[in-house]
């Protein structure tokens, strides 16, 4: 297990930001948990939403009391592509569950299960790739709370491979998913319903004023006096970049000037990424108005806010999604958005109010033509997605449901 260093916030900066009362139940929660040890635990520290999460949710934790940690699990390549089969898995894909496979699984959680010595409050645990450590773990962890996190969607998963994990989820005193429909009946776990959220102070989301989005995102080609039509997104099928081709191809029939980014960070637990990043670059064939870009090419997080802040239209053209943060971050910056009707993505947007939900290419880039074609009424319907996004999908909320658990937790312990 590795470290990650999280740095510091302060949940008095958020004030001007967030609703009024949240912040006075925020501490009225936090002082019974005063110095009450948490840990976190997921696959990675770098790209996809719960690095990003994290990094933002554990300093607001330290900041009103707590003591929270992240650890990262070390694994070899094998490992990923194992456990990114389990995540293709519970959202459906089928999978081959040979012996191989589960004690590659089950020797890495178990290895790193042996380096968690301390004592914590609460053990936090994300997503599928650590979920069996709470099964591996020393007697020393069995004094915490265990709280299995998983932010996929699980509703229609591989039936074996949910079977196998179910004995692993059983041992966790809560489970956390993001909408009720994607826990499976009889998880066996009391279960909380808690969506994610986004910073808005973060580097990624703090205002940028036109002149400095522009300035960024021409360092990479693009030409801020014609249309970007933009999707920020791991290289992965589930999020449909050949999809978001397709409509922008669409789209460039009527309107010759439009241009495209697809922007997707590598993440270290995704090794089909690397696979799938080739499959796009073919796809596009060297198309000057196409930008396919990464932390490859320098794209930090400065950057994807200069590109969202930017961008005419803000797609994540999903086929499957657990969240969906990207669609947050583009209403957050007041852009219209055009995405996937599936998993959290309703949650976000109420169609044609404050953005658009697609489910074909077709209807993308019909969705991204009207939005061309009237900018003043797609920004008001962008603004009113701004004000949902800040009522219920800023960093400060999620601090306080994890808060009501924790006390939650601790009361069933009295
Ligand atoms: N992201 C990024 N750079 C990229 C691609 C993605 O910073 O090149 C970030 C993106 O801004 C968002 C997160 O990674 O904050 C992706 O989270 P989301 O919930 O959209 O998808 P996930 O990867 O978790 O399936």
Same mark, same amino acid.
């Given at each position: 297990?590795?470290?990650?260093?999280?740095?510091?916030?302060?949940?008095?900066?958020? &004030?001007?930001?967030?609703?009024?009362?949240?912040?006075?139940?925020?501490?009225?929660?936090?002082?019974?948990?005063?110095?009450?040890?948490?840990?976190?635990?997921?696959?990675?520290?770098?790209?996809?939403?719960?690095?990003?999460?994290?990094?933002?949710?554990?300093?607001?934790?330290?900041?009103?009391?707590?003591?929270?940690?992240?650890?990262?699990?070390?694994?070899?390549?094998?490992?990923?592509?194992?456990?990114?089969?389990?995540?293709?898995?519970?959202?459906?894909?089928?999978?081959?569950?040979?012996?191989?496979?589960?004690?590659?699984?089950?020797?890495?959680? #178990?290895?790193?299960?042996?380096?968690?010595?301390?004592?914590?409050?609460?053990?936090?645990?994300?997503?599928?790739?650590?979920?069996?450590?709470?099964?591996?773990?020393?007697?020393?962890?069995?004094?915490?709370?265990?709280?299995?996190?998983?932010?996929?969607?699980?509703?229609?998963?591989?039936?074996?491979?949910?079977?196998?994990?179910?004995?692993?989820?059983?041992?966790?005193?809560?489970?956390?998913?993001?909408?009720?429909?994607?826990?499976?009946?009889?998880?066996?776990?009391?279960?909380?319903?808690?969506?994610?959220?986004?910073?808005?102070?973060?580097?990624?989301?703090?205002?940028?004023?036109?002149?400095?989005?522009?300035?960024?995102?021409?360092?990479?080609?693009?030409?801020?006096?014609?249309?970007?039509?933009?999707?920020?997104?791991?290289?992965?099928?589930?999020?449909?970049?050949?999809? !978001?081709?397709?409509?922008?191809?669409?789209?460039?029939? #009527?309107?010759?000037?439009? &241009?495209?980014?697809?922007?997707?960070?590598?993440?270290?637990?995704?090794?089909?990424?690397?696979?799938?990043?080739?499959?796009?670059?073919?796809?596009?064939?060297?198309?000057?108005?196409?930008?396919?870009?990464?932390?490859?090419?320098?794209?930090?997080?400065?950057? !994807?806010?200069?590109?969202?802040?930017?961008?005419?239209?803000?797609?994540?053209?999903?086929?499957?999604?657990?969240?969906?943060?990207?669609?947050?971050?583009?209403?957050?910056?007041?852009?219209?958005?055009?995405?996937?009707?599936?998993?959290?993505?309703?949650?976000?947007?109420?169609?044609?109010?404050?953005?658009?939900?697609?489910?074909?290419?077709?209807?993308?880039?019909? #969705?991204?033509?009207?939005?061309?074609?009237?900018?003043?009424?797609?920004?008001?319907?962008?603004?009113?997605?701004?004000?949902?996004?800040?009522?219920?999908?800023?960093?400060?909320?999620?601090?306080?449901?994890?808060?009501?658990?924790?006390?939650?937790?601790?009361?069933?312990?009295?």
């Amino acid at each position: 297990m590795r470290s990650v260093n999280v740095g510091r916030k302060f949940l008095a900066d958020y &004030q001007s930001i967030i609703l009024k009362d949240l912040l006075a139940e925020i501490k009225e929660l936090a002082a019974p948990l005063e110095g009450r040890r948490v840990l976190h635990v997921n696959a990675t520290s770098f790209g996809g939403g719960v690095a990003e999460i994290l990094y933002t949710l554990l300093p607001l934790m330290n900041d009103v009391g707590l003591q929270a940690e992240w650890q990262v699990m070390t694994a070899e390549r094998e490992f990923f592509d194992v456990t990114k089969s389990f995540h293709n898995g519970l959202q459906g894909a089928p999978v081959e569950l040979t012996d191989e496979v589960r004690s590659v699984y089950e020797d890495i959680n #178990r290895r790193n299960a042996a380096q968690l010595t301390s004592d914590y409050d609460f053990v936090v645990i994300h997503d599928p790739q650590p979920c069996a450590m709470r099964t591996f773990v020393a007697d020393g962890g069995r004094e915490a709370s265990w709280i299995w996190r998983c932010h996929i969607d699980t509703s229609t998963p591989d039936q074996a491979l949910y079977d196998y994990l179910l004995p692993f989820i059983r041992r966790y005193d809560r489970a956390i998913y993001t909408v009720a429909g994607y826990a499976p009946d009889g998880l066996g776990v009391p279960l909380e319903v808690v969506p994610p959220a986004i910073d808005p102070l973060a580097p990624k989301n703090m205002t940028l004023v036109p002149d400095d989005a522009h300035y960024i995102v021409r360092q990479f080609g693009i030409d801020v006096d014609r249309p970007l039509l933009l999707q920020v997104s791991r290289f992965d099928p589930w999020k449909d970049p050949l999809g !978001v081709v397709d409509a922008y191809r669409a789209v460039k029939q #009527r309107w010759p000037g439009v &241009q495209l980014a697809l922007i997707g960070s590598m993440a270290s637990d995704d090794p089909e990424g690397w696979d799938y990043l080739e499959k796009l670059t073919a796809y596009v064939g060297g198309d000057p108005d196409v930008f396919v870009l990464s932390n490859l090419d320098n794209i930090g997080s400065v950057e !994807v806010n200069a590109f969202q802040s930017h961008a005419a239209v803000v797609m994540q053209k999903s086929t499957r999604e657990g969240f969906g943060l990207t669609v947050s971050e583009g209403l957050w910056k007041a852009r219209p958005v055009v995405a996937g009707d599936v998993g959290g993505i309703p949650l976000q947007i109420e169609d044609g109010v404050t953005g658009f939900l697609v489910d074909s290419s077709a209807a993308c880039a019909q #969705r991204c033509l009207e939005i061309l074609d009237r900018p003043e009424w797609a920004h008001a319907m962008a603004r009113k997605g701004k004000e949902h996004v800040r009522e219920h999908f800023l960093t400060p909320r999620l601090l306080r449901d994890y808060l009501r658990i924790f006390n939650g937790l601790l009361a069933g312990r009295a």
